[in-house]
Each structure stands twice: as structure tokens, then as C-alpha cells.
């Protein structure tokens, strides 16, 4: 006759199985959905990616072709050029900066080679190469003149 304890063990472990089974069924089928969703998912990414490319592509050549140009030509800095032509031009830091639109600080930290202007100020910077003093002066008085002017309130 077999040990009773021994049964009652071997009922304990089927009946364990069986149970752990049933959960684990429901784990996997819920495992599968999940991944089904994430694929999905991620094709849904993929094609809003492609979208997003496609329009900007579209913007790129509807727009002016101007600012397309000056996107496309990098535009070359040097700390030594910068110095030279704020000399040529008789300008101090800060009335170089108001031009360009930043601070004396950041000329300054450009001149000594501390830091890089952005492609906004470099194409400022640019902009005023060669250009006569006069034309200068009077934007800074052009500058000036709109400073000083009250401004409105909302």
C-alpha cells in the first residue's frame, strides 16, 4: 500500500501544476498582446518618421531659396578675423555686440577664442565683413534711435 504522505504530495504538486499552468496561460496571452501592440507601435513611428521627413523635405524646397543658400554655406569663424575687422570698423565691444546683437561679454569671449557665436551671429558677424564705416554708423544710429523710442503698453 502506498505512503499516504506520499500521495497526498503527488496530489499537492498535479493540483500546484495545474494551477501555475492556468496563470502562466494567461501571462503568456497577455505577454503576446503587448508585444502585438508594441510592433504596432513602432510601425506606427516608423511612418509618422517618414512623414515628418517627407514634409520637412517639402518646406525645405518651397521655401525662399535665400535662407536655403545661407543654410547651406557654412560660414567660417576666426577670433583673429573678428578682432581685426572690429578694429577696421573703430568700434568698441559693446557697439560691436549691439550690431550683432549680443553682449560686449560674448565679443569679448569670442575675440579671445572662449567661445563660438551660433550660426545666427555668425551670419551677422558676416553680414558687417567689408562693409564701410559709415554704413555702420549709421546703423548704430538706426539702433540707437529705436532704443530710445517709449515703447507701447499692451
Known sequence: MPNFAALLKQEFVRLSRKESRSEVRAVRKASTQHRREIAALKRDLQA?????????????????????????????????????????????????????????????????GHAVPRAEQRAAIHALRGVRKSVVKARLAQLDAAAKRPRKKR
Not at 518618421?49 to 517627407?54: A, M
Not at 535662407?67 to 572690429?86: C, D, N, Q, T, Y
Open 48 to 112: 509618422l518618421k517618414g512623414q515628418v521627413g517627407r514634409l520637412q523635405r517639402e518646406l525645405l524646397r518651397r521655401s525662399p531659396a535665400a535662407p536655403a543658400a545661407a543654410a547651406a554655406v557654412k560660414i567660417r569663424f576666426v577670433p583673429k578675423g573678428l578682432r581685426s575687422e572690429r578694429t577696421r570698423l573703430g568700434l568698441s565691444a559693446e557697439r560691436y555686440g549691439r550690431l550683432v546683437g549680443v553682449s560686449a561679454q560674448s565679443v569679448y569671449n569670442w575675440e579671445q
